[in-house]
């Protein structure tokens, strides 16, 4: 037990090279991810922009925190896809009969998703550019913006490993990713919600989207966060520490 500690940044690090080779080898994956949140972004630039009030001259500037979650919540579902895949061949149950440490099987996946999201992210935000995206933010507020999506990818992603551990079929380990990704929607995302009526509102106001969304929003233009950062912080921490434990409580129960 000892070694298998011992060795546990060099076990994680293997599993997550033999993740990484699954997505090199299919990248379609990342392409999917990345595809449809560029088409949502042009869609409403382009289509729908000019009738949508924002308060702001450049809407691109605005839209694009909620594109990037959205994104985010695209490309988890993939990632309970290969847990499933796994559970599904029996390759845990041959990992685990090899002196290596248990929990790196998980984080294998769940580093692979956050580099996968990673590339996804740094993809539309060079689209947004050709768009017309500008952001007047300086070193450290990009940093922070790295980093609550990191943080945000890290707690969805353990959300998908516990659908990814916990599925009877395919579609099943995929399907929770849908209401994650509608979430934007029904946020300050797209439109402001003082436009939205009072139940929607309500709603909007107090999801973690909104929140995030909002904090992104603010250290890209430069303009003070106030609460949102920590309202956002407090969201995505809270989501992270309950699915991490719920999920390998379920890892282990499972296999």
């Not at 293997?14 to 991810?33: A, E």
């Not at 996946?109 to 993809?123: C, D, G, K, P, Q």
């Not at 909104?210 to 250290?219: D, F, G, H, P, Y």
Request: aromatic share 12%; charged share 10%; proline share 4%.
């Amino acid at each position: 037990m000892e070694r298998i500690e011992k060795h546990f940044f060099s076990n994680m690090s293997v599993m997550l090279g033999r993740s990484m080779r699954h997505i090199t080898r299919s990248m379609d994956t990342i392409i999917t991810v990345t595809i449809m949140p560029i088409a949502f972004m042009l869609l409403f630039v382009y289509v729908f922009g000019g009738a949508i009030d924002t308060g702001t001259d450049n809407y691109v500037n605005y839209l694009l925190p909620g594109i990037l979650l959205i994104a985010i919540a695209s490309g988890i579902s993939y990632t309970a896809f290969r847990l499933f895949t796994d559970v599904q061949r029996g390759i845990f149950e041959r990992f685990h009969t090899m002196p290596i440490s248990r929990s790196t099987l998980l984080w294998g996946h769940v580093l692979t998703s956050l580099v996968s999201n990673a590339i996804s992210v740094v993809v539309i935000i060079l689209v947004a550019l050709i768009m017309g995206f500008r952001s007047s933010a300086g070193i450290m507020s990009w940093l922070a913006v790295a980093g609550i999506l990191a943080l945000f990818t890290l707690a969805l992603t353990w959300v998908a490993a516990i659908a990814g551990l916990t599925a009877k079929t395919v579609d099943g380990a995929s399907a929770f990713s849908y209401p994650i990704i509608f979430l934007p929607f029904i946020s300050s995302a797209f439109v402001p919600t003082e436009s939205m009526p009072s139940v929607v509102r309500a709603f909007a106001e107090n999801q973690p989207v909104t929140s995030i969304v909002e904090a992104i929003r603010a250290l890209l233009s430069g303009q003070p966060v106030g609460n949102d950062i920590w309202v956002a912080l407090a969201w995505c921490v809270g989501i992270l520490l309950v699915s991490y434990f719920f999920a390998m409580w379920v890892y282990k129960k499972r296999v």
